[in-house]
């Protein structure tokens, strides 16, 4: 996350330059960091429901209660995590750079 802080921001400056508009700018990084953080959970929940299918099937018990507990909570702190992130970000200024 934090290797690529130089392209980052060669990337951003290059954005900067071509004249984008800081609203466009801020969709396009707000974009990225919404890929970064709920694609792997889009991979997550599909890779356990198939596991709670398999273990309903075995068991015979239905556990998908449980199932929807742990995606609804795991969203609800990936969404706080991706809020606080989107704060921080947004209050910072880039040490007297405009970009």
């Given at each position: 996350?934090?290797?690529?802080?130089?392209?980052?921001?060669?990337?951003?400056?290059?954005?900067?330059?071509?004249?984008?508009?800081?609203?466009?700018?801020?969709?396009?990084?707000?974009?990225?960091?919404?890929?970064?953080?709920?694609a792997p959970m889009?991979?997550?929940?599909?890779?356990?429901?198939?596991?709670?299918?398999?273990?309903?099937?075995?068991?015979?018990?239905?556990?998908?209660?449980?199932?929807?507990?742990?995606?609804?909570?795991?969203?609800?702190?990936?969404?706080?995590?991706?809020?606080?992130?989107?704060?921080?970000?947004?209050?910072?200024?880039?040490?007297?750079?405009?970009?």
């Open positions: 996350m934090f290797g690529d802080l130089d392209k980052e921001g060669c990337y951003h400056r290059n954005l900067y330059q071509m004249g984008l508009q800081p609203k466009l700018r801020r969709r396009i990084a707000t974009y990225q960091i919404l890929l970064m953080y709920f889009i991979l997550a929940v599909s890779h356990t429901a198939v596991a709670f299918w398999v273990v309903n099937a075995l068991s015979g018990m239905n556990l998908w209660h449980y199932f929807w507990m742990s995606c609804i909570s795991y969203l609800i702190i990936l969404g706080l995590f991706f809020y606080l992130m989107l704060a921080l970000s947004g209050s910072r200024r880039c040490m007297g750079r405009k970009f």
